[in-house]
């Protein structure tokens, strides 16, 4: 009797996916392996992994969203309580086209702390787990960023034309006081998921300090 000289396509990802979580190197994480963002209004986790097929595109800030809070350079202090932030969008006139319907309002960020990696696990052994309905819509993903660190350390996907930081962002953002914070978004027009428009980004972040309480 002959023998199978090869595993199956499921134990043989198995493997790979537990020598990538072991790892040991000192390399510098890819942006893969950045956790999924906190989602609000209609967005969605696969929205989202749509954006992320999508990072390596030539960047173009033609329709970017104009940021209007923060403002550059506003200083914020340890002791304020979470800030509302704000901006305008080209994209949000997609909403009025005809055969275009307005996405799922939710006022509530819904949380994740799965990576990428760990989605990829989720296809080999996979868990019972709802999927929503496609998106259609417009969509934006608000990072921030301290300098010397690829991944955002605070981060929402969001349908709506603002953000009000949870306590736990907060939180993160106020333990990175006195190091050099920026704010960036990136926005697209997805059709059942798909991008039609974009994605688009701020042609620069935007700076903005974080000063121990006063």
């Known amino acids: ?63 970017a969203v104009t940021l209007t809070s923060p403002e550059s350079q506003q200083e914020y202090w340890t002791d304020q309580s979470a800030p509302l932030w704000q901006w305008t969008s080209p994209l949000r006139a997609s909403l009025e086209r005809p055969g275009r319907t307005s996405p799922l309002l939710e006022g509530r960020p ?25 998106y259609t819509g417009d969509l934006y993903w608000v990072k921030v960023h301290v300098a010397g660190r690829e991944c955002p350390i605070a981060q929402v996907l969001t349908s709506e034309l603002q953000w009000q930081l949870d306590d736990g962002s907060w939180r993160t953002v106020k333990d990175a006081a006195g190091k050099a914070l920026t704010v960036q978004v990136v926005s697209a027009y997805l059709v059942q998921n798909r991008i039609t428009e974009g994605p688009y980004t701020m042609g620069s972040p935007v700076p903005f300090t974080m000063g121990m309480a006063r």
Do not use: I
Not at 25 to 51: H, I, M, V
């Open 110 to 134: 819904r949380e994740s702390k799965r990576s990428v990696l760990a989605w990829l696990g989720n296809l080999v052994l996979p868990t019972a787990e709802a999927h929503l309905p496609p």
């Open 1 to 63: 009797m002959k023998l199978k000289t090869s595993l199956p396509w499921s134990t043989a990802a198995v493997a790979l996916l537990a020598l990538s979580a072991c790892n040991g190197d000192d390399t510098e994480p890819q942006a893969t392996e950045c956790e999924e963002p906190l989602y609000a209004g209609g967005a969605t986790d696969e929205a989202w992994r749509t954006l992320v097929d999508a990072r390596n595109q030539p960047q173009d800030s033609s329709r």
